[in-house]
């Protein structure tokens, strides 16, 4: 079935180290996304990539990096220099064009060690 | 930037009972999306809008998008235990823009 498949599930990160979760997607959707959620709060987006090899800076990009090397793979790393990480994290994906419906994988919770 | 405002926060309901929710924007949305999250997992699109006016169906939730394009409303009729989790409404602004602005949820309990 077509979907989208976040890895892993439950990540832990150690004080000073980058961890990358991994989204994949099936859908051939040329759109991906990346939301990160707090308790109580709404989803606040990170990255996004309309097309391979481009992505632009969402609301809160300080501390995270991505690449879009394939159309199906929108991996993101968070790095050291994201002082508070842990959340929950979730990727998306929509056919191009404004105004698409955006579809969501699972999701990853990143917890500090 | 853009924001939305979603109520109520949280609400508790007698299963059977029906359920209604809003969302309202400083600005003017093109596209309204409903969608519902279960604990630990990611948001499922349940109603997509398109057009002021419209009223659009999917089984017991029924969403309409309100004539100003600046709120949107979510309605479920006889509640079920498995309604419960949190609500989200999405907005885009269109005009090129690709992001979504999101409701903070309301959080939906159906007491058996």
């Known amino acids: 079935d077509g979907g989208i498949t976040q890895s892993p599930k439950y990540l832990f990160r150690k004080e000073g180290q980058n961890v990358t979760l991994s989204c994949e997607q099936n859908l051939n959707h040329d759109a991906m996304y990346w939301y990160r959620q707090d308790p109580g709060q709404g989803l606040r987006l990170i990255y996004y990539s309309q097309i391979v090899n481009d992505f632009q800076k969402g609301d809160i990009a300080e501390g995270y990096s991505v690449s879009r090397e394939k159309k199906e793979s929108f991996p993101l790393t968070v790095t050291s220099a994201q002082k508070n990480p842990t959340a929950f994290y979730l990727c998306?994906?929509?056919?191009?064009?404004?105004?698409?419906?955006?579809?969501f994988g699972d999701g990853t919770r990143l917890s500090i060690l | 930037g853009q924001q939305l405002n979603q109520s109520p926060q949280s609400m508790f309901i007698q299963e059977g009972e029906d359920v209604s929710m809003n969302c309202t924007s400083s600005s003017i949305f093109n596209t309204w999306l409903w969608y519902k999250q279960d604990p630990g997992e990611g948001p499922v699109l349940l109603i997509a809008?398109?057009?002021?006016?419209e009223l659009t169906s999917n089984g017991r939730l029924t969403a309409q998008f309100g004539i100003t394009r600046k709120d949107s409303f979510l309605n479920i009729s006889a509640s079920i235990p498995s309604d419960v989790g949190i609500y989200f409404c999405?907005?885009?602004?269109?005009?090129?823009?690709?992001?979504?602005?999101f409701g903070k949820g309301t959080k939906l309990s159906v007491i058996p």
């Open positions: 999405a907005g885009s602004a269109g005009a090129g823009s690709y992001q979504l602005t």
């Open positions: 998306a994906s929509s056919i191009s064009g404004i105004n698409q419906p955006q579809h």
């Open positions: 809008l398109y057009k002021a006016g």
